[in-house]
């Protein structure tokens, strides 16, 4: 078996196959090359990049984009470093952290698998405290984590792992942790903020 470089001339949505032209052999065309299931047509348009595994009987299979085109799929990871302070000044206050962020470019239509932990303490004796979500270009993300009785000076751990019930079209995202304040006035630090994103394609 071996692998070789090609570019798509022509992809078929019924058959989920391109037409590839070998960059060693430019004057030849593969026809009706299978492309891997899993890879989304966004990146088998005429121009793109693959690469494709040929077999000693002749068999062939486009897996992958290859020569600079967009990764697929996609992801990254971002974490805190020391403490970081966070103070409420009004009542029902969303802070975003930070440091803490996670940008992804997406090339096909996505669902975003994301984990997240972070501990968080409070100098002050609330209940509740507030709750950790996660917010995507700004915006919040259903899924959250209270933290409902807050003895001051004490660390808690607060995670959250899902999978978004949407599906995002191709774009520039970013995700990054966001805590909820129930009242003004409150002051507490994070330690040890993991964010953690996959973007697959739906």
Known sequence: MEIIRGVVELYDAAS????VRPEQSPGALLDEVPLARDCPAELAQPGQA????VWDDGALLAVAPLGGGPTWPTGGVSFESGNTPLSSTVADQ?????????????????????WQM???NCATLRTPLGYVQVELNGAPLPPMALLGYAAAGKWYALPLCFAT???YPPGSYTLRPRFHFYFGGDATQTTSTTLSVLALPA
Do not use: G, Q
Not at 16 to 19: K, L, N
Not at 50 to 53: E, K
């Open 16 to 19: 989920h196959t391109v037409a």
């Open 50 to 53: 693959l690469a494709v595994m």
């Open 94 to 114: 969303e802070l975003p952290h930070p440091t803490v962020a996670v940008t992804l470019e997406t090339v096909y239509p996505a669902r975003f698998w994301v």
């Open 118 to 120: 972070t501990n968080w």
């Open 165 to 167: 019930p949407d599906v």
